[in-house]
């Protein structure tokens, strides 16, 4: 076989084995490619997963709240435009938290702007802890979401209900020793807390801020009233002042 026919030969194959090789180097660095990539997406899912896991070790989720705020905010607003919608989810808010709080401490009459009703629902549920000789504690509470889920008014009354979904560390202790509950691992809850602005002063057995003018001394007859009907004064800051903190409820 003479030179030429030696080439001819052997040049096809070197070509064959080059495109191989490259062929094999893309193959192998595709594979790294998705490897990483594959490791990278491993490693962010697990970086949520124990985020996850830190914020809600319990690892469900937390409840739902219905949101009617679309439906009860136009109403509020034309009732009380002073105070608005987000005032009084605010107060809803913070109210919850300072419920809890007075829970815990046994201070029913610490919460702001609470009425006898919640100040006596307090009582009860302070005077049964007290009875059994146990402490009631809510640490590191996590407010999810709150919404209003109802709101009705009268010529002289309003109520606006709404849900508050939270974490905390709820537990029951005793000479010192939990007896209910977790101090380590997060419960999630449902609430429900009320809110009442009442001009008659009375509803039921509850008692509640009498509206009357700051000029004259009248009663406010009507609800959101922005007039004395007796001698005109202004009365933004009477209706403003009387919403109050009425009840709460553990709904889960």
Known sequence: MNAENIISVIVPIVVVLVIALVIVRLVSEIKRSVTRTLNSQMMHAAKTILRSLNENPTGIPPYSVPNLTAVHRPKIERDFPEIGYERMESMARNGMIAILNAVESKKTDS????????????????????????????????????????????????????QISLQSLAFRTKDGKVVSGSNTVPRQNLFSLTLMHNQTGKSGNAHYFEANCPNCGAPIEDLGSRNCSFCGSGLVPVVDKIWQIDSFELLK
């Open 111 to 162: 919460v702001e702007n609470s009425s006898k009703n919640l100040q006596n629902q307090l009582k009860v549920i302070t005077e049964d802890y007290s009875r059994r000789d146990e402490d009631i504690h809510y640490d590191n509470v996590q407010i999810h979401a709150v919404a209003i889920t109802n709101y009705h008014s009268t010529k002289t009354t309003a109520t606006a209900v709404f």
